[in-house]
């Protein structure tokens, strides 16, 4: 009798489970994509140039998904002798570390020729993006957006009638493979600003939408709206409220995002909604997203500019800009007054008090109340061999040959510096002055986090190599979302750790650190792997501006082979064989 | 007692066994050099642009050895994201093919990061030269001279008091990824006449060395002699016989040759003694290499040109230039006289009695008096999907990502085209006249010839896309020396093996096509491995122009890892291993 009654349990367990099978396996999609990677000619800004493409489009397809969804992205790389990846910028890749596309770090760069899947969940609804990450691909032009909607059934914290999608990034007439030689070299060349802003992939340079309202001598652009370099028009019905997704894989460029005579409402940053607040223009950094919600209560005879500015940094580029356009109006109307006006570059009062504003929801996670590990993160510019780096307490970033997911996962010792780089600097380092030894030194090594702890990460800013110069530096965690507790002014002293914002702070992937100051973040290392933890302006990667960060990753299970296909993983796998 | 004299005997044979390994160990080196590949700022022609170096150096650093000598050459990769190879061009690698360094073919490409180990025997003394032979990177400068001296003891068959080094390269001033992109679009962009021929890496864009000789507009250089576009002056005494060894890795250019008022009196090609003879000027295509005696019999308080110039296309490109000066004149001096003239670029007839003066020594090995298999290679120029192509009876060779030699000594029938190209092309194809059809497909299949065989092949021109249009081809062999046994005009016919030059026919590894005719070649196919044969046009063979020759495979012992680590070889060594 008590074995029929178990017997029942099971079955009817096993029928639940089914079930849950069923639905679970109803809502959630495996969504199959093939791509192909390819150079191309493309006139991002009516200049004719060379752009990574994916299937023949720049920016990349727009991936759509439900959250919950897998994607499985088939990858084949048509480029002539370079490798390639992608990272999914935002998606944390739990459990499916190889698949965050990081050359050098979580996998082999996929060969001329080869195919490589990346196959991972989406877990969370949200504004993401994805961008190639081996050598400055990205500003080869490969990226595009990612976006991830909630869950059949479930609902947004927030009312809309329709969305808008803005990619936002930077566009030199210098091919990317001559910018890195430019930046190798001893001594370096700076890049320098970018020629065009592009909103999706579109800018002008040789002529301007606003020419009218310019005193500059830029002529009006004459465009029949087929251009690769025409704007693409938001069009809009008046009263109703539009979603803006918006994320910038700028290279370098900080950018302020507003639209003339609108308010904005921002509501969720890098995939986590925030409490609403209402402003006149928003900041974004390079490896930041957002959703900003609009109503059309303007005038619906008139159009509207949305401008895009860049700061931080003195601009020698024209806004980028494309028309909000009320029906019934005329598309080709032009807005009757100037693209609106975005604070100052060096107006870093305005860039803080927006950064401030960003306070989660309470449905947020909240942070652990204490960590285990603080690790202090010095920036400072420096030289090596009279070649400018980047260096974090005093090491600039190298990146193996061999990517550590593999050569840690299989104990290789050789495959990179073994020595663990310092968890802080010399407690003297002036950060408002250049430092007094100017030389630094390279280094692959990593820092291993326990898993499952807490780790607070202070990002400490300092004066570049001239006297009075700190620059802005948007940090993106890799695998994970941080708390942000805190920003502040001069060195982050134990006094400031009182300040931290333990109550609502922003969960996010990326954090700026504003010049001569410092960002206080907090995160749990609770997702087995191998993360890059790195400056977002790909320029100062390139010049060693990154750690990288370990947990957990004897519980990295089946790696696929062609994540490990290359270098000392490569050789081990083979060495095992007899031919 | 038997016992006891079969011992004497053995032990005075190992004696001189190991005489032999003294005296062998005494005279054959082994050259160990470790070189790194990076790009780099240089000027090749006054105008600054990115060249790939090796070490620093551009061209790279010129190798010297001797007959019986092993190279070691530890390559390391400081490219950023791109895979490298170099090709030893006139190197036969027996029972090392996969020390040819084709990519695709011989090995996997050596990523970034990582080192690859050439190692290979010099086996005959000769002027050769090394180069890229991935994607177009010989186009963007990766490339240097291979001087093979006779072993120690051994003696040329002509005297000389001294000798130079000329290798010869065409450079434009769109860097090589963009010309990849501009000939793969659609419609094909062509990359036009080279900007600069350079001498040993330099030449002149924006002056001319002999300007007042000129009536084109250029402006006489000014230089001090140190900038990386100063031509390297010859040094000579007078009454003396030099040797120039010549060779010509120019992507696109065929190439005339001349010292003013000195005769040439050419020696050897591609390693091989020829019959002397003596001429005014003499022609080089891109893959060929020469040696040619000058004395310095003229007036010695004079200094001279040595001028190249383009043949075969319409030039657009000045001539390349530098001085020969004698001893104790002044290198300032300029020439009293303008640079020799070579003939005009379309006198086919003066290029056609140029090659048919070659013929070899008669020390050469001679060939074997019939053959086993003929191969008809009929070139065209094609379409596919609107793409400008070359094909080979009518297929466009499209390189596969993992390379034939691992696939095929495995055995992964999943690696290429299994289907074999076409031994011959349509009797009635009229090569005179464009094609009816001009649409071509791709392929990667394989010319397998049996071990030890003897093959002709006969390379078909035939008119190209445009009525009364057809180009200059010098193909390559790698891994062999061919005879050539005759040039014809039109199409081949059977009636032209009676012609067959069997007696002294050169025996090089280049050998061109004339407009609207056949070149006939023989070889042996007693090199196991996977061999290239193509033209040395650079963006020809990007556009499919070549075919891919296997013999004796399954002789191929123990090719290193390193040559195995990408596509379906890694997989397959890697599938191998439980993890």
């Known amino acids: 009798m008590g074995f029929l009654i178990d017997s029942c349990l099971i079955r009817a367990l096993f029928s639940l489970y089914i079930l849950s099978i069923i639905l679970a396996s109803s809502a959630a999609k495996t969504r199959h994509l093939k791509w192909e990677v390819e150079y191309m000619h493309w006139s991002p800004d009516g200049l004719e140039g060379v752009v990574m493409g994916i ?17 499985h992205i088939e990858l084949t790389n048509k480029l002539h002798t370079e ?11 739990i459990g499916t570390p190889w698949a965050d596309g990081t050359a050098s770090i979580s ?108 005193s500059s001598s830029a002529r009006e652009c004459r465009l029949r709206g087929n251009e690769q370099y025409a704007p693409q028009i938001l069009r809009v019905q008046p009263n109703k409220t539009y979603r803006l997704r918006i994320a910038s894989t700028t290279a370098l460029a900080s950018l302020n995002l507003a639209i003339g005579k609108h308010k904005l409402v921002v509501v969720e940053a890098d995939g986590n909604y925030l409490q609403p607040f209402s402003v006149d223009n928003m900041d974004i950094y390079s490896g930041e997203s957002y959703s900003a919600l609009f109503t059309t209560d303007q005038d619906p005879s008139n159009n509207y500019w949305l401008s895009i500015n860049v700061r931080g940094r003195e601009p020698k580029t024209p806004p980028g800009l494309t028309i909000l356009n009320y029906s019934p109006t005329s598309a080709s109307k032009l807005p009757n007054s100037p693209p609106p006006v975005s604070p100052r570059w060096d107006n870093y009062g305005s860039s803080k008090a927006f950064s ?185 990667l390139h010049m060693g501006m990154g750690v990288v960060f370990a947990e957990g990753v004897r519980r990295v299970k089946r790696i696929p082979n062609e994540a490990l296909a290359c270098g000392l993983t490569g050789k081990l796998l083979m060495n095992n064989v007899h031919k």
């Open 356 to 540: 401030n504003k960003i306070l989660a929801l309470t449905s947020t996670p909240k942070p652990p109340t204490t960590s285990h590990r603080r690790i202090l993160l010095l920036n400072t510019q420096n030289f090596i061999d009279g070649r400018t780096k980047w260096a974090i307490n005093n090491v600039s970033l190298v990146l193996p040959p061999t990517p550590y997911l593999g050569s840690m996962r299989f104990g290789l010792s050789n495959a990179f510096d073994q020595k663990r780089p310092p968890d802080n600097f010399k407690h003297d380092y002036d950060v408002m002055r250049p430092a007094a030894n100017q030389n630094t030194t390279s280094g692959s090594g990593v820092y291993v986090l326990k898993f499952n702890t807490t780790i607070d990460v202070i990002l400490q800013n300092a004066n570049a190599l001239k006297a009075n110069v700190s620059e802005i530096h948007p940090w993106h965690l890799h695998g994970h979302d941080f708390w942000i507790l805190g920003y502040g002014e001069g060195k982050f002293t134990e006094n400031d750790v009182s300040k931290f914002n333990l109550k609502n702070p922003p969960y996010r992937n990326t954090a700026v650190i504003f010049p001569f100051g410092w960002t206080a973040l907090r995160f749990v290392a609770d997702n087995p792997g191998v993360w890059a933890f790195h400056c977002h302006i790909e320029p100062h």
């Open 107 to 214: 996998q082999c760069a996929i060969n001329p020729g080869e195919t490589f899947v990346y196959r991972f969940k989406v877990d969370r609804a949200g504004t993401y993006f994805y961008h190639g990450h081996y050598g400055m691909q990205r500003s080869a032009g490969l990226y595009g957006s990612l976006i991830v909607d909630v869950a059949e059934g479930e609902k947004e914290p927030f009312h809309y009638d329709g969305e808008f999608n803005i990619l936002l990034s930077d566009w030199w007439h210098k091919g990317s493979h001559e910018q890195e030689v430019d930046l190798s070299s001893n001594p370096m060349r700076w890049i320098g600003e970018p020629q065009t802003l592009l909103i999706n992939g579109r800018g002008q340079f040789n002529c301007s939408l606003a020419a009218r309202f310019s």
């Open 55 to 71: 299937n023949g489009q720049f920016p990349g397809p727009t991936i759509r998904a439900r959250a919950g969804d897998t994607l």
């Open 83 to 93: 490798g390639v990846v992608i990272h999914w910028h935002g998606i944390r890749q």
